[in-house]
């Protein structure tokens, strides 16, 4: 079983930055990829970013691209998302996930970070 702590998160003016970690401990070889997705208040989760664990390869929200940065580093079995220019769209409930094999559902979500963005 994986367990995946995020952290990070706080109160920001728009057009500051903040990046987000997520901690994997337990079952964490074997990864096919992590992501990071968002929940606003009285909105459905989306997604906004995702990184192969192995390849590194990563993908984007049409949202957050050019602003947004996902990373990891797998010797600390850590993802990181370096957000850039914020938007007070961009206030939510950040949440990590592991996708553990190629075209599986993500899955073991962690906590959530909050993350609010002041005009």
């Known amino acids: 079983q994986v367990q995946l702590v995020e952290s990070g998160g706080g109160l920001v003016q728009a057009g500051g930055s903040l990046t987000l970690s997520c901690a994997a401990s337990g079952r964490t070889f074997g990864f096919y990829a992590m992501g990071w997705f968002r929940q606003a208040s009285g909105k459905e989760r989306e997604f906004v970013a995702s990184i192969r664990w192995n390849a590194g390869s990563s993908s984007y929200a049409d949202s957050v691209k050019g602003r947004f940065t996902i990373s990891r580093d797998v010797a600390k079995n850590t993802v990181y998302l370096q957000m850039n220019n914020l938007k007070p769209g961009d206030t939510a409930v950040y949440y990590c996930?592991?996708?553990?094999?190629?075209?599986?559902?993500?899955?073991?979500w962690g906590q959530g970070t909050v993350v609010t963005v002041s005009s």
């Open positions: 996930a592991a996708q553990v094999y190629v075209g599986s559902q993500y899955g073991n």
